[in-house]
């Protein structure tokens, strides 16, 4: 049998990018991937169409309570289970720290909507279920942001910020289900494929060299699934970048 057989994974925002290749890697050991997002809906399907195992897609914005408690609910209807949760959709845009005016209260709402709210709803929906698995995991998709005063915006660190504690307490809490949060430093994706200047920055600060891929990610998610002793932990994947700060 393959390491995760049997196993059923929600993986939040995986139609590109870190999530897609979180899907793609669990999938590829042998687990049921359910795979989402919030407006992709054709990359999303091609993606669950792709996988290699079981695999289905189910668009929820997960900062609206009512979808990410239906994307929770399809898939128990579904699978009958849940054992990991990868909660990687958020979103941000890029402002300046200094700009107060251009941080408006749309932009600080809808970060902390998608980020937090969005994150919390979904979880606390999924723990019942998670507590029947012999091996529940979640796994949160927070970023260096969150642990140092850096990020697209300030709404968009504090958010991460609250998004690594709320991680710590769930784990508190929660156990035996393990909670853990990968924080990656800049990653090379879709979203960030025009940064040029960002990237280069990175590559010439962190003692590593380049930036993070969807791969360095993925396999920081699978090392926190398959480490049946760790909870509450805030896992840096940043190329050493938060050292050299």
């Known amino acids: 049998m393959a390491e995760f057989s049997e196993r059923v994974a929600i993986v939040t925002g ?3 990018g870190i999530g897609e290749e979180t899907a793609r890697r669990l999938s590829q050991l042998g ?3 359910v795979v989402n997002s919030s407006s992709s809906v054709e990359a999303g399907e091609a993606v669950s169409a792709d996988l290699p195992g079981e695999s289905t897609y189910i668009r929820a914005d997960i900062s609206q309570q009512d979808e990410g408690h239906s994307l929770i609910d399809q898939t128990i209807e579904r699978y009958g289970r849940l054992d990991y949760l990868i909660n990687n959709a958020g979103w941000t845009t890029s402002i300046d ?3 107060l005016d251009g941080l408006t209260d ?3 709402r809808k970060t902390f909507e998608v980020n937090v709210f969005g994150t919390w709803w979904l979880t606390k929906r999924a723990i019942p279920h998670l507590r029947e698995s012999d091996d529940p995991v979640i796994v949160n998709i927070t970023s260096i942001a969150g642990v140092r005063p850096v990020g697209s915006s300030m709404a968009y660190s504090m958010s991460k910020a609250a998004l690594n504690q709320m991680t710590q307490l769930l784990a508190k809490s929660y156990g035996p289900i393990r909670v853990n949060a990968v924080a990656p430093g800049l ?3 879709p979203w960030t494929e025009d940064w040029d200047a960002m990237h280069a920055a ?5 003692p590593i ?3 993070a891929t969807p791969e360095d990610c993925a396999e920081a998610v699978l090392a926190l ?3 049946r002793y760790t909870s509450g932990e805030i896992f840096v994947v940043d190329g050493g970048l938060t050292q050299a700060m």
């Open 14 to 16: 995986s139609s590109s």
């Open 31 to 33: 687990a049921t991937v």
């Open 97 to 99: 720290h200094k700009d």
């Open 106 to 108: 749309e932009v600080f």
């Open 187 to 189: 990653v090379a994706t």
């Open 202 to 206: 990175v590559a010439a600060m962190a």
């Open 209 to 211: 060299g380049r930036s």
């Open 225 to 227: 699934i398959r480490n």
